[in-house]
């Protein structure tokens, strides 16, 4: 049951925000818990969760590195918090 929380909450996450549902975004969290239990071959449900989430983390921090996301929403930035840059 435990472990159908993370994927039930970013379901009605994402609802709310994009006004879809996604099914294969909501079957992915079950399936790299199922993956994470072979490869560490523990019953720790605690351990399982942490360690998704933090290969969610590095994920898509990876992927946002990839895709300069940042550099894209680099205006959108100085003008919704009034931040400055230095230039390079």
Do not use: H
């Not at 909450?9 to 993956?35: D, S, V, W």
């Not at 019953?43 to 990839?66: A, D, G, H, P």
């Amino acid at each position: 049951m435990i472990l159908l929380i993370t994927p039930l909450m970013g379901a009605i996450r994402n609802y709310t925000k994009y006004k879809k549902f996604q099914p294969l975004i909501f079957i992915r969290t079950p399936i790299l818990y199922f993956f994470i239990y072979l490869f560490f071959q523990t019953n720790n449900i605690w351990k399982i969760l942490i360690f998704e989430r933090w290969f969610m983390f590095i994920y898509k921090t990876c992927v946002s590195i990839y895709r300069k996301d940042y550099i894209r929403k680099k205006e959108k930035y100085q003008q919704k918090y009034g931040l400055t840059y230095k230039s390079n």
